[in-house]
Nanobody, 124 residues
């Protein structure tokens, strides 16, 4: 079992920015595609963005394209999500996820490991 730990969530005003981090245990982080999902209360878990193991492929959900940026540092076993121009609709618990098969999938069922989530709240 790989442990993923998210951090960086918080409360921000509309138009503001946050940077989330997700750090993985173990030495196989560089083999995984890594994704961010989010889930608002009463809503289904929603795909946000995925990055391949080498960062050669990135796929953003339309709702965040142009505002959010994913990156990874394999030496630090960490993936980041820079969130700019935040809107109240971005309010959710944000989860990082790892896929051992590097499928760069948008489907939550494709992911093997999940973090505990970090709350992002955007006020208007």
């Amino acid at each position: 079992q790989v442990q993923l730990v998210e951090s960086g969530g918080g409360l921000v005003q509309a138009g503001g920015s946050l940077r989330l981090s997700c750090t993985a245990s173990g030495r196989t982080f560089s083999s995984y595609s890594m994704a961010w999902f989010r889930q608002a209360p009463g809503k289904e878990r929603e795909f946000v963005v995925v990055i391949s193991r080498t960062s050669s492929f990135i796929d953003y959900a339309g709702a965040v394209k142009g505002r959010f940026t994913i990156s990874r540092d394999n030496a630090k076993s960490t993936v980041y999500l820079q969130m700019n121009s935040l809107q109240p609709e971005d309010t959710a618990v944000y989860y990082c996820a790892a896929d051992r098969q590097n499928r760069v999938s948008t489907r939550h069922a494709s992911y093997d490991y999940w973090g505990q989530g970090t709350q992002v709240t955007v006020s208007s």
